[in-house]
C-alpha cells in the first residue's frame, strides 16, 4: 500500500487516520502498515482499544498470533515453535533466506517431528507468514522473523545470547540489531546490559519497556558521547535523533536547556536538534538567530534549521523569507533555508512560496514531507490557483513530486470552484501553447478528475468557452489530447447539440468508449 492506499482504506474501514499513525509511529511500525493483511489487523485493534501497544514487542507479537490463526490447519502453537527456530535460525547465520531443503531440516531436527510433519507445518507457514524466494524462503516481513528469534532467547543467560549474538564476549553483531531491540524489551538482564553497555542500541527499542532512569542513563550516556568525540548528532548515520529524543526525560531536558545558551558550538548545535524535535518552541528565536549568522560554520546553522523546521510554525516563515532575502546567493545554508520555509507553509502562503520551491533545482526533503500532508480544501485551491497564474509549471517534473499529494484531494473536494479552475487551467495549456508531458502536474489532474467528474463538467465548459472566443481546434490540440479522457457521453451530446463540428472531428481520435461512439455518429451525419 502507498500513504494514499492508507488513507483511503482508513475512510473506508472508520479509522481516524491522524491517531492512528501517531500511535503507529511511536512504536515505529509505519514499515509494516504497507502490508494490506496487517493493516486491516492494526485497524482492527485500534477500532476496539482506542489505541495500540506502546511496546513494538506486543504489537509484533499481536501481528504474528493473527497471521497464525489464519491457518488452524495446524495447531498454533507448534506454528510458532516452527516459526521461532526458523527466525532463531537466520539471525544465527545472519541470512534472510533457507532453502526448503534447510527450513524442512529445521523443523524436523528442533521440533523432532517426521519429515512428513514438518512438511505439513512448514506448508501452512508459507501460507501465512512465510513467503516463496527465487531461492527458497523468507519472512513475509523481515520484523516477524527479528522478533521471533527475541522470544526464543527472552529466558536466556547473557551467556547464551552472547554465544549467539555477539562477535566477542563485548561486541554484539550488528546483524542482530533489530533483534536485540525486541529483546531488550523482553529480557531484563539483556536490557541492564544494552542500557549501559551499549546505548545507542537501546534507541531502537521501546521507550515504554524502561524505566525513567533508563532512558536518562541512554539519552545522557549518547549525549556525552557526542560532546566528548567533539561531533554533531546530526552527523552521524547511526544515531536517530527522533529516537534518540523519545529517551529524553525531563532531567536530560534540563541539561540541554542549559547547553542551549553554551557557546559551544557542538553543545548548543545537539541542544538544538534535540530539543527542536522534541518540537520544544523555545529554541526557535535561537536557531534564527543562529541561522540569519553567516559568520557561523554551516553545520552548526543547520542544527537550527532541523531545530526550526521541527519547532516552528506557518508564522515563522515570514522571518525565514526575511533571513533568505539577507543571505548571500552563493551562501551554503541557503537552499536549507528554503526548505524550511517550504516545511512551514500553510494553504494561506503557498501561492506567494510556491516559485520559491519550484525555483530551487535541489530536491527539498522537509518540503517534500510537508507537501504530503497539505490535504485541505484551501491548500488545493491555492494550489490550483497558482497553476493558472504559472502554466508553466503544469509541464514540469519537479513540481509534480510537490504538488501531487494536494491535487490528490480534489475528488474529495470537487465542486464548481474547483471546477471553475480546471477550466482556467487548460484555457491557460491553449493560451501559452503549453505541451504537457506524460509526467507533468495536468496529468495528476487529469487524472483525479477522471475519479470525480463524472457527467464531463470540466471539458464541457472548456470547449463552451473555447466557442465563445472562436479558439480554433489547431490551437487546442494539445488540450483536447488532454481532455479526452474526461470527456463523457454527456459532454459529447453536448459537443453534437452545440454543433461543434471541428471540435468533433478532432476530439473523435482520442475519445473512447460510449463517447467516442456519440462523436463517431455525428462526424458520419
Known amino acids: 500500500f502507498s500513504d494514499d492506499d492508507i488513507r483511503r482504506y482508513a475512510l473506508r474501514s472508520g479509522v481516524d487516520i491522524g491517531p492512528f499513525l501517531e500511535a503507529a509511529g511511536r512504536v515505529d511500525l509505519q514499515g509494516e502498515l504497507s502490508n494490506p493483511l496487517i493493516l486491516s489487523m492494526l485497524f482492527e485493534r485500534f477500532k476496539a482499544a482506542g489505541d495500540l501497544s506502546d511496546r513494538r514487542s506486543e504489537m509484533m507479537s499481536f501481528m504474528i498470533d493473527r497471521l497464525i490463526q ?49 512438511a505439513q507445518i512448514l506448508l501452512e507457514l508459507e501460507g501465512s507468514i512465510l513467503r516463496r524466494t527465487a531461492n527458497g524462503l523468507a519472512f513475509v516481513m523481515r520484523s516477524c522473523g527479528e522478533y521471533l528469534a527475541a522470544e526464543v532467547l527472552e529466558t536466556a543467560t547473557l551467556e547464551r545470547v552472547r554465544e549467539l549474538a555477539f562477535l566477542d564476549h563485548n561486541n554484539p553483531n550488528d546483524s ?18 544494552f542500557v549501559h553497555r551499549h546505548p545507542r542500541w537501546v534507541l531502537h527499542a521501546s521507550p515504554a519497556a524502561l524505566t525513567p532512569q533508563e532512558r536518562s542513563t541512554v539519552a545522557s550516556a549518547i549525549l556525552a ?36 545558551r553554551s557557546q559551544d558550538d557542538i553543545l548548543c548545535g545537539n541542544a538544538l536538534t534535540v530539543l527542536g524535535v522534541l518540537n520544544r518552541p523555545q529554541v526557535v528565536d535561537v536557531a534564527l538567530d543562529i541561522i540569519r549568522d553567516e559568520a557561523r560554520g554551516v553545520l552548526f546553522r543547520h542544527c537550527g534549521i532541523i531545530a526550526v ?14 533571513i533568505l532575502a539577507q543571505l548571500r546567493r552563493d551562501d551554503p545554508a541557503r537552499v536549507n533555508v528554503v526548505d524550511a520555509i ?73 465542486d464548481q470552484e474547483i471546477i471553475t479552475l480546471c477550466v482556467d487551467i487548460f484555457d491557460a495549456i491553449v493560451r501559452h501553447g503549453l505541451y504537457p508531458d506524460h509526467n507533468g502536474v495536468v496529468m ?17 465548459r472548456f470547449f463552451e468557452a473555447q466557442l465563445r472566443t472562436r479558439t480554433t481546434s489547431i490551437q487546442m490540440h494539445f488540450a483536447l489530447r488532454l481532455l479526452a479522457s474526461i470527456t463523457t457521453v454527456e459532454t459529447a451530446n453536448w459537443l453534437v447539440n452545440a454543433s461543434a463540428d471541428a471540435i468533433i472531428r478532432d476530439l473523435a481520435s482520442y475519445v473512447t468508449g460510449p463517447a467516442r461512439e456519440a462523436l463517431r455518429s455525428e462526424e458520419h451525419t
Open 444 to 460: 495528476t489532474i487529469v487524472q483525479e478528475l477522471r475519479r470525480c467528474d463524472h457527467h464531463g463538467e470540466v471539458a464541457r
Open 70 to 118: 489464519s491457518r488452524p490447519r495446524v495447531n498454533a502453537h507448534r506454528q510458532r515453535r516452527a516459526l521461532r527456530m526458523l527466525a532463531v535460525t537466520l539471525e544465527t547465520y545472519s541470512r534472510n533466506e533457507l532453502s526448503e531443503e534447510e527450513a524442512l531440516r529445521v523443523i524436523h531436527t528442533t521440533m523432532r517431528v517426521s519429515h512428513e510433519e514438518a
Open 176 to 193: 542482530w540489531l533489530n533483534t536485540m531491540s525486541y529483546l531488550i524489551e523482553l529480557n531484563v538482564s539483556v536490557r541492564d546490559l
Open 309 to 322: 523546521v521541527n519547532a516552528g510554525t506557518s508564522a515563522h516563515v515570514p522571518r525565514l523569507l526575511a
Open 225 to 260: 558521547d557526542f560532546r566528548n568525540q567533539r561531533r554533531y548528532l546530526r552527523m552521524d548515520p547511526q544515531v536517530s535523533v527522533r529516537h534518540l529524543a523519545r529517551f529524553v526525560t525531563p532531567a536530560v531536558e534540563d541539561e540541554l536547556a542549559k547547553d542551549l
Open 342 to 414: 517550504g516545511a512551514l507553509v500553510d494553504a494561506t502562503q503557498l501561492q506567494d512560496v510556491l516559485p520559491l520551491i519550484l525555483g530551487t533545482s535541489t530536491g527539498l526533503s522537509s518540503t517534500f514531507y510537508h507537501f504530503s500532508e497539505l490535504r485541505s480544501r484551501e491548500a488545493l485551491v491555492a494550489t490550483l490557483a497558482f497553476l493558472v497564474r504559472e502554466p508553466k509549471e503544469l509541464i514540469e517534473i519537479r513540481a509534480t513530486g510537490y504538488l501531487e499529494p494536494i491535487i490528490g484531494v480534489l475528488p474529495d473536494h470537487f
